[in-house]
């Protein structure tokens, strides 16, 4: 967008940049082919008119459809006499643990209780990763040894939540690649498990930044086996940009509702639309 | 869901009755398909521009334009343009003359490197080293539980003198590793490190400090077969850091089309030198040039 005028090469440059955020071809084409019809509507001229017009039209295509002062909010609160209950789902290594660590952070400064299920049975110190977490942020870890059914963990967490009068359960759920359909079974038992004492409220679907088109692939196989409620962008702070989470919240209707910005207890932020996409657009 | 490279460029040429010269229509044409199968594949954009250009030129030779159909002929262009890039000068591990041989492990969070350094354990034993594995992430929660667990399962011993989350100096957890290897006699170190942004620069320096610190004979540079455009500045920015020798691609056991294989190894030259498929210790393979030119082409 460094040019004066706007040739071809002008418009592949847009359509580029949009692609280098991992858009996917499909996307940045319709939206470089919006812009171009925009800018001929609007008779925008110079690079600053165009690209605050693209600006508006990638925060047209990220918040289209939500509405940005409700739909992103996290369900966590108790209701009833039973606590809400959060379970993280995804991919192997996005940052569902690292995630439920910083929920539980962010619940517990506000004043909440916070139960942490242990259901990643299967991954080598998984348990140990998350208890690491949970003593980091004040909130109690449900656990069973290796190998235990990841169902009786996530049972038996939420029992426990509900007989401590705890706010909110946050599952943790091992990876799985969304092919293998044993695994992606055995989700769908654990949340199954989970409804016979309590309502989910959340489910939290995970997505590494880093990860291309993919992750679409990824999100409609979670979203049809335990019906995702919520995406958390992570690892943010990187080069990566995340933008497949475009294409993911048109396809399944659900918003972006947490970003990870990195390692530490403090790095989970609200998704907001604009600088997310600043970041993509760049200076 | 993707329409494959062949279908694509059938129906570009479906036009073309007669043979003859491709026109120049013809060929941009046949260079947009490309661009669109590659860019789906998560080829990294730059490297999608260098490598079309490159077939364009064998495109517009004879071969294409005097073949009975134009669009396999293509295909099978790009797909030994692909094997080419992907496989050019395969090796093995090189080993040092004398040993310990030292392999240390680097990418980014989540990559696979624990996992991977039990696997690479595990296939070592198996043909008659004595690995020890070494505990130098000292950052991630329990990190070095894993690869105690890791190592338990591969039936090798962990060298894990710190405990880590947060305490213990990864650069001398593996000088005093190759120290120790001497010492009990094994023939390979295999040093696990702590997953880091390229644009880190303090990790980065850290990755650097126990690189100057053990000399490896290999650095393999771990990176997920899912990722994306970011590949290229990943790749480079590894390469510019703490560099690297050779590439693992890991979790192709999902369905990713794995184009981030062709950016690394065309923004680094560094050749992919295994694969990792799955969880298990067993899920290891040589990495297999002409498969992921498949996989990437969809084919
Ligand atoms: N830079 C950065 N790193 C992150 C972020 N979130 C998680 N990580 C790191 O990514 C790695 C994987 O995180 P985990 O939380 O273990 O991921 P997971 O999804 O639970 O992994 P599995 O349970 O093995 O599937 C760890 O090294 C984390 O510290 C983030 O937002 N930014
Ligand atoms: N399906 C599949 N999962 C894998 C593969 N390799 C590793 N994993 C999983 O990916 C997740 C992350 O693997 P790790 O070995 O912990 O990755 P890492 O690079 O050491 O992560 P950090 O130390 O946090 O940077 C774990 O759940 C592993 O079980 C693979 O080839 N296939
Ligand atoms: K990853
Ligand atoms: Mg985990
Ligand atoms: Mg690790």
Redesign the interface.
Known sequence: LSRDTLDEDAWDEIE?TL????I??AVAREITEALRTRVQVMGARTPEEVRALLREELLRQVTNGFDEKTDRRLRTARHGDRPAVVMVVG?????K?TTC?KLARVLVGDGNTVLLGAADT????AA??L???GK?VGAEVVRKG?GADPGSVAFDAVRQGIEGKVDTVIIDTAGR????TGLMDELGKVKRVVEKQATVDEVLLVL????????M?QARVFAEVVNVTGIVLT?L?????GG?VIAVQRELGVPVKLVGLG?GPDDLAPFEAEPFVDAIIGE | MFETLSDRLTSVFSSLRSKGRLSEADINATAREIRIALLEADVALPVVKDFIAHVKERALGAEVSQALNPAQQVVKIVNEELIEILGGETRRLRFAKTPPTVIMLAGLQGAGKTTLAGKLAYWLKGQGHTPLLVAADLQRPNAVQQLQVMGERAGVPVFAPEPGNGVGDPVQVARRSVEEARRAQHDVVIIDTAGRLGVDAEMMQQAIDIRDAVSPDEILFVVDAMVGQDAVNTAQAFMDGVGFDGVVLTKLDGDARGGAALSVRHITGRPIMFASTGEKLEDFDLFHPDRMAGRILDM
């Open positions: 580029d692609i280098s955020a991992d996917g071809v991919v192997n290594g996005t940052g643990t660590g299967f991954r080598a110190a140990d990763q208890e690491t977490w980091r290796e690649l969304h092919t293998k590494d930044a880093t990860t291309g088109q993919n992750g692939q690892k702070d990187g080069t990566a940009k497949i390692e």
